[in-house]
C-alpha cells in the first residue's frame, strides 16, 4: 500500500454491542442474500479480530459415558441404545500428560469434560488438581462438568479456571425435543453461577437436530441477549452417532451452517466463534467459508470427546494454504 501499512491494519470501526436481538432480526439475518450476509460479518469481524488468526484448542474427555441425562444427540448418555461405556474419572497425572502433548502440539488451551449431570465433592477436588496443573503447564483451561451451583463454581475458580463449557444447545422452544432431563433455565442457571464466579463463559449450540430456521435464530438470539456475552462460542454440526435419537436426523446444508456462524459473528462481535464439532465431515471449501464468516477457533486433535476430529495433518495444510496464523505455539 502507499502508506506502508499492512492491508489488515484498515479496520471498520467496532460494531455496537446489543443484548436486545429479537428472533425476527436473526431470521432476516439468516436468509440475506449470501454475499450480503458474509460482507456483513467479515466486517464485523475484522473490527475486533485479526482475520487471519485461528485460536487453537483442544478437548479431552477425563470422564466418558454412564451420564443420567437423555440429550438426544449424546452418545454417553446411559439411557440410550449403544450408548459407550462407563469409565470411570481420569488420574490426574494422565490428564497432564495429554495437556503437554496438546501444548506441544499448538494447542493454547486445555479442555476437559466429564460426563455427568453434576460434579460430586470427591470428583469436583480431583478435577481442581486437573485445572492446577494444565494452568501450571501455561495453557489456559477449561472444563464441562454440567451443572454447577454458585459454590462450585467458586470452586474452579479458586482453582484457576479460565472457561467453562455449558452450551444452551438449541431454542427455548425446540429444547424439550432434544432434553427432558433438565431444563433450559437450569442451564441459564448454571451460566449465571459461571459468571458470577468471574469465569469466562464458553457457551453455544448444535445444528442439525431437527430444528427449523426460527429455531436456529432461537438459539442466536438466546446466546447474544444474556447479559454478558459468551467469550467462546462453540457453533456444533450434529454427529449423527447409531443408537442415539438423534442418528437418522436430515443432513444440514453447508450453506446453512456458514450462515449460522455468520449470524453468531454479527450479534457477538467480541466473542470467539468456534468451528467445533462436524468438521471431520465438512471440506476444505466449508470450513474456510466459515472462517470467512467469523469463525476463529477450532478444536485440534483426533476426537472431540467421544466423535472424530480432522486429522492433524489436515488442519495444518488447510492452515498453511489459506495463510492463517494460529495463537500460541504455531501449527
Known amino acids: 500500500m502507499a502508506d506502508g501499512s499492512s492491508p489488515l491494519s484498515h479496520s471498520p470501526a467496532p460494531a455496537p454491542t446489543r443484548h436486545d436481538w429479537s428472533v425476527s432480526e436473526i431470521q432476516a439475518l439468516l436468509n440475506l442474500p449470501f454475499p450480503e450476509l458474509m460482507f456483513r460479518a ?8 485479526d482475520p487471519t488468526e485461528i485460536q487453537i484448542s483442544t478437548l479431552l474427555s477425563i470422564k466418558t459415558g454412564g451420564c443420567p441425562e437423555d440429550c438426544a444427540y449424546c452418545p454417553q448418555s446411559a439411557l440410550h441404545e449403544d450408548s459407550v461405556k462407563a469409565e470411570k474419572l481420569m488420574a490426574v497425572e494422565k490428564v497432564l500428560d495429554e495437556a503437554r502433548k496438546a501444548k506441544a502440539a499448538g494447542a493454547g488451551r486445555f479442555c476437559m469434560g466429564a460426563a455427568w449431570r453434576s460434579p460430586k465433592e470427591r470428583d469436583l477436588e480431583t478435577v481442581c488438581a486437573m485445572i492446577e496443573g494444565v494452568k501450571e503447564l501455561g495453557l489456559e483451561t477449561c472444563v464441562t462438568l454440567g451443572m ?12 484457576g479456571l479460565d472457561y467453562y463449557n455449558h452450551n444452551l444447545d438449541t431454542s427455548p422452544e425446540y429444547y424439550g425435543e432434544i432434553i427432558s432431563t433438565r431444563t433450559y433455565q437450569d442451564r441459564l442457571d448454571t451460566l449465571s453461577s459461571v459468571r458470577d464466579a468471574g469465569i469466562n463463559v ?11 430456521e426460527s429455531d436456529r435464530a432461537g438459539l442466536i438470539a438466546s446466546l447474544a441477549n444474556l447479559p454478558t456475552h459468551p467469550e467462546s462460542v462453540p457453533i456444533n454440526l450434529l454427529v449423527r452417532v447409531e443408537g442415539t435419537p438423534l442418528a437418522k436426523a436430515d443432513e444440514v446444508s453447508p450453506l446453512d451452517f456458514v450462515r449460522m456462524i455468520a449470524a453468531a459473528r454479527i450479534t457477538m ?3 470467539r466463534v468456534r468451528l ?5 465431515n465438512m471440506t476444505d471449501e466449508t470450513q474456510t467459508l466459515c ?8 478444536f485440534y486433535g483426533e476426537r472431540l470427546l467421544t466423535t472424530p476430529n480432522p486429522q ?6 488447510l492452515m498453511q494454504n489459506l495463510g492463517m496464523h494460529t495463537t500460541g505455539i504455531g501449527l
Do not use: W, Y
Not at 492433524?312 to 495444510?317: I, L, P
Open 42 to 49: 467479515q466486517t464485523v469481524h475484522r473490527a475486533t479480530f
Open 148 to 159: 454447577l451451583d454458585d459454590t462450585q463454581a467458586l470452586r474452579l475458580k479458586d482453582a
Open 202 to 212: 464458553c457457551c453455544g449450540g448444535i445444528v442439525g437436530m431437527g430444528e427449523g
Open 269 to 271: 462481535p467480541k466473542s
Open 276 to 280: 467445533a464439532a462436524g468438521r471431520e
Open 291 to 298: 472462517f470467512l464468516a467469523g469463525a476463529n477457533s477450532i
Open 312 to 317: 492433524a495433518q489436515r488442519d495444518r495444510v
